[in-house]
């Protein structure tokens, strides 16, 4: 195919044959931008990166120092969040909790989508038994509750956080898979595909250039709204003391020593970790929501 | 003569079958899988080999892999679930004790959600763009953002420290003593319930605009019935998607109770499974894993059952 070269310059000429995907993708930009859910998710999203990668830079105090006579102080100008029992600054902590937050929302969709994505792009493209057998088995991962499978994944491959990605990893996969045969089964009706098919192209190009493209917009939404579920899920498993390791600063590992100085009035301890939670788990499903509407062009602005 | 009903749940009971052989074979593979040898646990890493290894054959550890499964299957469907590395109790005696507790929370925290979600989502829809839609909206929105341990602290915080009108910790039976038992219950409901009436909430939402905007309630309205009317049979048909993310999220609680007995140091199933990882206890993990997961099968059975029951355009076959 030699048309549509969209590199000619021909600016005049409003309605040129652009690509599918080129033409999708323009329309994204522009309800984007027009989407108020989507705007302000990534905005705080991108704020959240922001602090967890200039962490080391913003961070008033190593978090791990120990200043013991300076322990369990309230919120001060010196110590915006306070100090936990050890006299360590709060705030330094939970700016480097970040950082693990940000590993995880970032690693959990990649290794779930890495082993969804192909199984949904299989069961969608071929169909029949091959479809029934791999939604099934997809299906009954998926009727166990997120945290009692990342209980007993950790449980079994020891607590890293290399180990709880890949736990959390696994406990996703079937929603990508999901997803992702949803996109492909409408897809593979397409007329481009069939004229792929009718020129003789092979299975793994047609599923590869012809249908995974246009399941994209569906894994992307996918991919928000299971780094908001990864943070959740990460941080309840540090807090039930079945997380990423001590001596790093997670957010749910914090809140699980915070848990401990609520009788005594140390609300600090564990407000201010939580709120962070919070923050970061609302720009990602804001993200994801504002991202839905703006993928699926059916769905009403005011929705 | 079986019903159509009675038909398709016999169906679904059969397909429970392989599904929970498939995750007994996987949990127990798994906890095989881990480092650390039970007789070790049981003795200490400085008991005398000879003794090590009386105990291995004792618990059939020396046995083939399939040989294991079999007997604990074998065991399982009498009841009796293996007895613990830590402190040799029964499992399936500690499971039993702590069952009653974990599904009290469950159920507190499924009304809790429930009456939250729909007088939320039937207001949201009806006040559709008004400032009680955006208030529905936003606990849709940020429900599923609070992660329940924190929503639990907090209202510890709150209501327990702070203000001091509920306790902090512990269980009492609503069926010891009905009040203090819901006093206790009340806080672990809240927390656990808020995160599924945020999606019931959205859900029922969206549904029963979606229903709204359908013809025939036209017709329904044409025959002058009055709006209230059109929005209790509109409702009724919004929720039978519903049903089904009520189902799924029943599952959900479950899991939840667990992180939600830690906050409130609830004594249920849930810290029978945090403790039984702390201690290594693989064999009163693979117990309580798979209770959890029997419950889990069971409700996904009742919840496709309801389904069915509730959409009469399923005929017979799916």
Known sequence: ?303 | MVSRLQAFLIRRLLWALPVLALVSIAIFGLIRLVPGDPAIVMLGADAPPAQLAAVRAELGLDDPLPVQYVDYVADAVRGDLGHSYVDDRAVSGAIAARLPTTLFLTAAGFLVSLSIAIPAGLLSATNRGEWLDGVGLGFGLLGVSIPNFWLGVVLLLLFGVHLDWLPVAGYVSPLDDPVAGVRYLLLPGITLGTAMAAVVTRMLRSELLEELRREYLDAVRMKGVGELQVLTHATKNAFIPVVTVIGMQFGYLLGGSIVVETVFSIPGMGRLLIDAIQSRDYIMLQGVVLVYTTFFVAVNIAVDGAYFYLNPKLGGER
């Open chain 1, 1 to 303: 195919m030699t048309d549509a070269t969209d590199a000619d310059g021909t600016t005049a000429e409003p309605a040129r044959p652009q690509s599918p995907l080129a033409r999708r993708a323009r329309a994204f930009g522009r309800r984007f931008r027009r989407n108020r859910l989507a705007v302000g998710g990534l905005l705080v999203t991108a704020g959240f990166v922001l602090l967890a990668v200039l962490a080391p830079v913003l961070a008033p105090y190593d978090p791990a120092v120990v200043n013991v006579p300076a322990r369990l102080q309230g919120p001060s100008l010196a110590h915006p969040f306070g100090t936990d029992r050890y006299g360590r600054d709060l705030f330094s902590r939970v700016l480097y909790g970040a950082r693990i937050a940000l590993q995880v929302a970032v690693a959990t969709p990649l290794v779930a989508g890495a082993v969804g994505v192909p199984i949904g792009l299989v069961a969608g493209y071929v169909g029949g038994r091959v479809d029934d057998v791999l939604m099934r088995l997809m299906d009954s991962i998926f009727a166990f509750p997120a945290i009692l499978l990342g209980l007993t994944l950790v449980a079994v491959f020891g607590q890293s956080l290399t180990n709880i990605v890949v736990a959390l990893g696994i406990v996703y996969i079937p929603q990508f898979a999901r997803v992702t045969r949803g996109s492909a089964v409408s897809v593979v009706e397409e007329e481009h595909v069939r004229v792929a098919r009718s020129l003789g192209a092979s299975h793994a190009r047609i599923v590869l250039v012809h249908v995974l493209p246009f399941c994209l917009s569906a894994i992307l939404v996918q991919a928000t709204v299971t780094a908001a579920l990864a943070i959740v899920l990460e941080s309840s498993l540090s807090f039930l003391g079945v997380g990423v390791p001590s001596p790093t600063p997670s957010w749910g590992s914090i809140l699980r020593v915070g848990k401990g100085y609520v009788d005594s009035g140390e609300w600090w301890y564990s407000v201010f970790p939580g709120m962070a939670i919070v923050v970061a788990v609302l720009g990602f499903n804001l993200l994801g929501d504002g991202l839905r509407d703006v993928l699926d062009p059916r769905t009403d602005p005011n929705r």
